[in-house]
C-alpha cells in the first residue's frame, strides 16, 4: 500500500471515529421472571367466589385448589384445578396469589398452561388477572371463550399481553365462570411472569 493511500486511510479512519464518537456502552436486556409450578406453594393461593345457596356447608360443592397428581399435571406433580359446577351461569370461581413484581419493572407479561379439563358445551369463559394489591383495580384483565368442544383435555398457554405495571404488589388470578346448568372445569399450570426492568 502507497503512503499516499495509507494516510487517506488513516484520515478517514479518523474522521469516522469523531463523527461516531466512542458510542455508549452497551447493555444487555435485563429480564426478571417469576414461575409457580405449585409443587411447594399451595399454602400461597386462595379460592374465592360462591356456590349455589343450597350447598351443604359441610362440603365444597365449587373447589378450587391445588393438587398433587402427576398424571394430570401439565409439567411436574403439581397443579391447580377450578371446577364450577353450580349450574349457574353468573357464578365465578377464582384461584389467585400475590406476587411483588422485582423494582424497576417496566413491561411485564403473565401466562399459564390452561387446560379445560371438562365442559359439556361451549363456550368455557375464564379470565387471566392481574390485580393491584393497593386499592384492588386491574393492572391486567384477558378473557377468553373456549368455543370448541374438541380442545377439552389439551393444555394451550394462555397470556395477558403485555401491560406496565403501576405497582409492584400485585395478585395473579384465573377465574372460571359457570355455565348456565353446566360443570366446568380447568386446570392451571405453570405459572410465569416476565418483565423487562429498566
Known sequence: MSHGLRQALVALLTVGAVVLGPGAPAEAATTWSFSDGFETT???????????????????????????????AYRGSGYASILNNSGYGANWLSLGRQVRLTAGAAQCTMGAWINVDYARSTPVTMNLEVIRVDGWTYETLKTFQLTDLSQVGTWHRYSTGAWTPGTRDVVVRFVLVGQEFGVVGIHVDDVGITCKVI
Open 42 to 72: 399451595a399454602s400461597l393461593w386462595y379460592d374465592d367466589g360462591d356456590g349455589p345457596q343450597d350447598c351443604p356447608r359441610y362440603r365444597t360443592c365449587n373447589p378450587a385448589e391445588v393438587v398433587d397428581d402427576a398424571d394430570q
